[in-house]
Structure formats: C-alpha cells, structure tokens
C-alpha cells in the first residue's frame, strides 16, 4: 500500500511538470547558462584579437586628397612666376602604401601570441562547461536527495500512524496506556517535520537547479535514475589520472598561457631592436594659380616616391629593458602555474577514485546494515503485537531502519555523484 501511494505521488508530480533526466539538464545548461556564454564570448575575442594580428602582417595601403586655400601671393607652377593679391586653390591627392621588412619578428610573435591565447580561452570555456556540469549533477542529485529521504520518512510516518491506531484500540482495552499513544503520536509529529524540512530542501535543489542551467519552466527531476538497490561498480580512474594530468582544460589552458608567454617575451625582445620599412607614394596636384589646363597640371605635377626607413632605438628610458623583465617575470610565473595546474589535475582525479572506492565500500555496509535493521523490525513488529516490548523499543527498531536507509540513500547519491563527475571529466578530455 506504501509503495502504491508513492507511485502515486510521484505520478501527480510527473503530471504537474516534465521529467527531466541529468542529460537534459546538462545539455541546457550549456546553451543557455550564463557563465558559459561568457566564456564563449572570450573566446570570439580572442579570436577577432588573433585576427587583427594577422592583418598588422599585411600591407598598409591609404590615399589621401587635400584642398588648400590661399591669399596674398602664390607661385603659378607652371609659368614660375609670383601672383600677388589673389585668393587662390590647390587640390592634391596621393595613393600610398607602407610594409615593415623587420621588426625583430615583433608581429609575427604578437599573431602567435594571440593564437595561444585563444586556445588557452577555449580550455578556460572547456573548463568552466566542466564546473557548470559539476554544478548541475550536484543541484539534481540534491533534489532527488531530498525526494526519495521525503519518500522514506513518508514511509515511516505512515507504518507510525498504524501503530497508533493500533496503540489506541490496545489502550482502550488496558493493553497499553494513555502515554504510550502520545509517544507514538510525538514521534508522528517529529516525522512530519523532518517531511517539511526534506520538501523545502527538495524546492531549494530544484530552484538552483533551474537557475543553473538557465531553464524558467517546472520540470521533475528522474529519482528513478539513482538506483537505490542496484549500486554500480567505481570507476577505474588510475590509469586515466596520469593522462588527466596533462589533457584537463585547466592543464592545457596553463600550457596555452606559458605558450603565449614565451611569444610575449619575444615581442619585448623584438621590440628593442631596429626596425626596417618600405614605403611608397604616387600623388599629383592642380592649382588654379597656373594657366595651364587640369590635364596637363596633373600630368606635369606627378609625384612617385619610394623610401626605405631604417629605424634603431638609442634612449627609451629603460621602458624596453623593463618591458623584457616583466615578460621573463611572466614567463617563469607561467611555468609555475602549469607545473601546479598538473599537480592538481592528477590529485583531484585520484581523490575522487579513493573516494569512489570508499563509498562502494559504505554502500555495501549500508545495505547490510538495512538487512539487520529490517530483521530487527519484523521481530519488533511481532513482539510489539503481542505486547513483550514497549513504545519506545518499537520507536526504536523503526528509526534504526528509517535512518539506515536514509543513510544508504545520501551515500547512493554522493556515490553516483563521484561517478558522473568522473565520466565528465572523460568527456572533457576527449573533447
């Protein structure tokens, strides 16, 4: 009959909103959450960023065109003589472009620079999609926590009120007294509260579940998932720890970060020494001072040049100097990092395989420890019925078996937890 009213239950609730699975949580979240889409708009920076670089790499081209006025005298071009007391106008314009021959690789450098940067800004994405999933599997189990404890204790409450109907028609006939009713009528109520504190637990889960993953409509999370009686072998994750510490997002974000460094350096190098461009000009100009028509003033007025630039630097204030130490500073802090992102990685994962195998190991304790509680309630139940132990003795048997089985529930959860986030961080690396 228990069972019945908590299929029913859960039925109305499916009923009122969707079900839910962790999968369709997750992938939500990741279109909608935005600590995500943030992450992804760094990365299309960095990108239009490493872009630009690219383009410094090409040609300047630029035309120019001037329009000048004039009063008093002016020079007619044309015939070289000097026109006075009269406004004239000059109109010029030129097409030229500039290259650099060398800049001490300064921008070849920068454009390596910003690619390691996007790919350092695509790990830290990866990376926080990982965080966010955690997130989401956490926010999920927790509501299915507090669902199957509310399941458990509604169980309880309900095996309770049966005892004290029981209590009551034994006491009217002398068998138990007034007491032993309102004991069990006490631990009825103590049950109801711990039933409103596992549904405000439930809708506090299922609020920062929905917050998580950006998601405005109700929806049921699948407490059918966990598989409370069927636990699941732990996941061998020692070989995988030693590849983790090299392939995570957090690793390889590190060694993106080091990369674009060590270009950095180069470009504080490249930028302290001389540099070398080409330029080139073609312009021409007319001016209503001369007599001679517009075509032949642009024809006569033509004006190509080429230059090469040679540029040394001499006296920077120690800017450069200074600019190359930072650089090196920044490179040895990134090796630093890298060498401590790895450390961690490798850590992180190994603790959550001992953790994995420690709570295999509780599970089995766990349901051991419902089997004897459940032997011990039967015999209480029998020996309550024909009154050879009292209340309390029987309050006793039934919370040892209530608490045990809300104890394997949490280990299920914090089990199955340790499980997911492990396949996450499988994933994570593959991609």
Known sequence: MIFLLIAVAHLAA?????????????????????????????????????????????????????????????VDMQELVIVRNRLTQQTSG???????????????????MNRALVAAAKSDSAETVLEVKADVARAYLGNVLALLTLDRLAESSENVRRQTAL??????????????????????????????????????????????????????????AIGLFTPQPAADSGSFARQWRNLSPKVAAARSNLEAASRALKVAKGECLPSVSLQAAYGTYYSDASTAALADQLDGN???????????????????????????????????????????????????????????????????????????????????????????DWIDAREALCQSECEYIQCKCKYQFQLIIIDFYIDGCEE
């Open 14 to 74: 499916a009923a009122r909103g969707e079900v839910w699975s962790l999968d369709r949580c997750v992938g939500y979240a990741q279109r909608r959450n935005n600590d995500i889409q943030l992450s992804q708009i760094a990365v299309r920076k960095m990108s239009i960023q490493k872009t630009q670089s690219a383009l410094e790499l090409l040609p300047s081209l630029h035309f120019s065109a001037n329009q000048y006025f004039n009063w008093g005298r002016s």
């Open 167 to 224: 209590a009551r028609a034994q006491a009217a006939s002398g068998l138990r007294t007034a007491g032993d009713v309102l004991e069990l009528e006490a631990k009825e109520a103590d049950i109801q509260a711990q039933m409103a504190s596992a549904r405000g637990e439930a809708a506090a889960q299922m609020l920062l579940l929905r917050s998580l993953i950006g998601c405005e409509e109700e929806f049921e999370t699948d407490t059918s």
């Open 302 to 392: 033509r004006n190509p040049s080429v230059a090469i630039t040679l540029a040394v630097p001499l006296f920077d204030g120690g800017r450069g100097a200074a600019a190359v130490a930072k650089a090196r500073a920044d490179y040895r802090a990134g090796e630093i990092k890298l060498q401590q992102a790895r450390d961690a990685a490798e850590s992180e994962l190994l603790q959550l395989e001992q953790q994995s195998q420690l709570l295999e190991q509780q599970l089995q304790m766990h349901l051991t420890r419902i089997d004897l509680c459940r032997e011990r309630m039967a015999v209480a139940e029998a020996e309550y019925r024909q009154g050879q132990i009292t209340v309390s």
């Open 94 to 112: 030129s097409v030229g472009a500039s290259f650099s021959l060398f800049d001490g690789f300064a921008r070849i450098n920068t454009l390596l």
